[in-house]
Nanobody, 123 residues
Framework: HVQLVESGGGSVQPGGSLRLSCTAS????????MTWFRRAPGKEREGVAS???????YYSDSVKGRFTVSKDNATNTLYLQMDSLKPEDTAMYYC??????????????????WGLGTQVTVS
């Protein structure tokens, strides 16, 4: 039984920073992808940043240069360092893990497991 638990969300002023964490448990693969998605009110869920099974990194254009994704393999924890936050970054942020070879990294159909999310508010 795979479980993903996100933490680190909160409220911050524009220009501020937050660091999100997602701890995975119950994953039996030695290599697996992990990705951050977000869903803003009234919008579709979108891919934010991802670490592929072999460490390749992906970012959406909207966060490139401001957000940094990283992973601690020893603790199965995915991080998202968010700097220079903007009001348009306000969203529920979700962690997803274990992906198929189908679909692009930012397609939600690619992922088998999801966390419940952590709220980020920038205002």
């Amino acid at each position: 039984h795979v479980q993903l638990v996100e933490s680190g969300g909160g409220s911050v002023q524009p220009g501020g920073s937050l660091r999100l964490s997602c701890t995975a448990s119950g994953i039996t693969y030695s290599k697996y992808c992990m990705t951050w998605f977000r869903r803003a009110p009234g919008k579709e869920r979108e891919g934010v940043a991802s670490i592929g099974s072999y460490g390749n990194l992906y970012y959406s254009d909207s966060v490139k240069g401001r957000f940094t994704v990283s992973k601690d393999n020893a603790t199965n924890t995915l991080y998202l360092q968010m700097d220079s936050l903007k009001p348009e970054d306000t969203a529920m942020y979700y962690c997803a893990a274990v992906c198929t070879y189908l679909y692009t990294w930012d397609d939600r159909r690619k992922y088998a497991n999801w966390g419940l999310g952590t709220q980020v508010t920038v205002s």
